[in-house]
């Protein structure tokens, strides 16, 4: 399958580490002016096979070629250098450093060492011309830009390389909706201008709007590849899952009973603004509305973690305190937006982040029974499917969807009866996912209350008994499910005051 | 295609730029209200200036010289995300190196470059260690602080090496003193007379301030610290520059020791202990971060003087020395709060 119009063409591609084979016989090409998706599920491969193109692997075998030549580059370094670049989901930026340093970072124009600042800023300036974002100055140090600004600066150091295909690894995944759509015009601008693009990500919704092709691996092959066009999302799902998925969203049967949360006139700070809402036993409510409109904001508001400026909360007819532990202890369990930086120790084991706030369990004036605890998150582990190698691994070393279960499985262990998931499926592979909504359905089931805040309307409409739709901090409209569209909850969403 | 513009700071561009230059000189305009304040109140005390005085600006300067030199180095070491604990201690080594070569009859120019390359070898350890054993600088410092105590006290006989005053050459004695003497720069060019060692201090940290702004080394240095990631990302060769960053910082701390041997006019192994808190204190009050990618030469030349100032005023005020400590530390806290605040003031 050598495809003679291809930029860039992966042929054969085979890595192993150890016994394991993360890679096996992996065919892509990108041809110039056009939009790549590579899809799958974590763990199938797609980070082995970037890094492989990047350099940082060597792959067992196969061979790549670049605008008709043999490529096998030997580091990050010289693959930019080669005409490769990668814009990677945690962005590389020296914050302290300005625009313009940033861009330049290891291409700095010198003569013996001393910089030629004039030359660089000119350099700089036309690059974010050609971004369509002239509007940038490159002094400005990069930490005063909104991330979206930021990713600009990073994609703007790939174009100073003169690159002929530039790789971008789940680029939307910290963005705000806007920023997404000024990317999304980046992308194009970068297309048109004859750059070969591979563009990987979770969200299909994305990947038909940018993508011309795609290509699925799966347990590091490539099951299919071809035009998106032509191909349905069912269909490109079950590639990635490699199953039949005729149920994205599995759902449990379950009836709301009597009211337990009530939240009367809550503001926090700037943000949510005079907001009240019911909720009942064993009900999903789901939150719905754009980045910013203060849905985590009022998530934190309820859970205390943020200051309640005003307002009402109560647990059946009981009032807790306005602190964290106070909520814990009324029942309330909180799952963090932020996995990496708020939700979970992500060096600690998964059974100290299991744990954490229920250490009560198994503790005697300060003592910890770990025999008892181990065993406790063994079985939390067996019941949530958490795919670990034992209770003490770091929780850095597993996959995002597992991570998300561990966070899950803590709130649980905690026996909160209301549980608040601000973005639960951010970022994890479509199998987790539906893990999610079936244990959030069984919860429902079981006389548990959830609120889901979510920006991937689909699943909110799938998993809830009722959405609600916040914007600029308040609490617009809630509806049982069946009266919503998505259209409807856009339209809402994107309503102004 | 017609795109809108990104989100700035609604911040008109003039205000920007006048928090921007505040935040750069904030620590100078510091410095002087703090010379001002104890100007007043020396005059209101004693009737007369005493603190206000050319006299004592050639004292406070020549106290401050040797905290500036090596402060510098410090200051490098710390934009790169480094820290140096063995400062102190590698100062006194290399005084320890240039007494024990005067008093074993070298040439005081070849003490003087063994003193100097055996600052720059004691940086170059630190360098070699933190990029080998990639353990972490504060650890790898805070052995090598012990390593060079001992090695110092070694060649000490665990005693202070005191050449004879008579083969100390007076310049020497001209480099840190606080009565310069002829008074040559006063009569031929007009400048104020302070000693030749200030004037060195100041020149080393025009260069390094060219360096840091100029040079290709001085970005990666910033790049190191802020995001030594993304630094090997973009093909910086993150060891080498570890250490050549220690070594540079070992360079100054060996020019330091020169100015050490010059005060004392003897090698004392343990004259070092704790002064590397004091250039720490120095890039600090300056502005710089802790944890890499910030800080400033002027800000560290500033906050040099400034502990200078600090302890001159309370003695001229007949505060007792109990007293200057708590002011320093307060004034430490004070400065990094400040620098917070400027920071979060941004965010927004």
Known sequence: MTDRSALLSMHGITKRFGATRALVDVELSVRAGEVLALIGENGAGKSTLMKVLSGAHRPDGGEMYLDGRIYAPTGPHQARQAGVAMIYQELNLALDLSVAENVMLGQEIHRGGWLRQKREQAQVTAALATLGHPELRPETPVNRLSVGARQLVEIARALVARPKVIVFDEPTSSLTSHDVEHLFQVIARLRSAGLGIIYISHFLEEIRRIADRYSVLRDGRTVGSGRLRDTGEAEIVALMVGRDVNDLFPTVAHTPGKEILSVDGISGVKSPRDVSLRLRRGEILGIAGLVGAGRTELLRCIFALDPVRRGELRVASYCPRANPRARIRAGLGLVSEDRKGEGLAQERSIADNLTLSGLSHYSRAGWLALGRREKAVRDWMQQLEIKAAAPDQAVKELSGGNQQKVAIARVLHQGADIVLLDEPTRGIDVGTKAEIYRRMGQLAAEGKSIIFVSSYLPELLAVCDRVGVMSRGRLREVKPTSAWTEEAIMACAIGGD | ?348
């Open chain 2, 1 to 348: 295609m017609s795109e809108a513009p990104l989100p700035q700071s609604s911040r008109p561009v003039a205000t920007r730029r006048l928090i921007s230059w505040l935040g750069t000189l904030g620590p100078l305009l510091v410095l002087l209200c703090i010379i001002a304040l104890f100007g007043e109140a020396d005059h209101l005390k004693q009737g007369k200036d005493v603190f206000l005085t050319y006299q004592n600006a050639r004292t406070i300067a020549v106290q401050a010289s040797p905290v500036i030199v090596a402060a510098l180095g410090m200051t490098i070491v710390i934009i790169a995300g480094g820290i140096d604990l063995a400062a102190g201690t590698a100062l006194a080594l290399s005084a320890t190196v240039l007494a024990w070569f005067l008093n074993n009859g070298y040439s005081p120019l070849l003490s003087i470059a063994a003193a100097i390359l055996t600052g720059c070898l004691t940086g170059f350890i630190n360098g070699v260690l933190v990029s080998a054993l990639r353990v972490v600088p504060f650890i790898v410092t805070l052995g090598t602080m012990t390593i060079y105590l001992g090695t110092a006290k070694y060649l000490a006989n665990e005693t202070t090496i005191r050449p004879p005053l008579a083969d100390i050459p007076t310049a020497f004695d001209s480099m840190v003193t606080p009565r310069p003497d002829p008074e040559w720069l006063v009569e031929t060019l007009g400048i104020p007379n302070f000693a030749w060692g200030v004037w060195l201090a100041l020149v080393l940290a025009g260069l390094l301030a060219v360096v840091l702004r100029y040079t290709v080394f001085g970005r990666y240095v910033f790049a190191l610290g802020s995001n030594e990631q993304t630094a090997r990302l973009c093909g910086i060769n993150v060891p080498l520059m570890k250490i050549a960053v220690y070594t540079l910082g070992g360079l100054f701390v060996g020019i330091a020791g020169t100015y050490q041997f010059a005060r004392l006019s003897s090698g004392n192994p343990m004259s070092g202990i704790g002064m590397e808190l004091k250039f720490i204190a120095a890039v600090v009050i300056g502005g710089g971060s802790l944890t890499g990618g910030r800080g400033s030469v002027l800000g560290t030349v500033t906050g040099a003087i400034m502990m200078s100032v600090i302890a001159s005023g309370c003695t001229q005020l007949g505060w007792r020395n109990p007293i200057q400590d708590i002011v320093i530390g307060a004034i430490i806290i004070a400065a990094v709060t400040l620098d917070q605040v400027r920071q979060r003031f941004w965010s927004n």
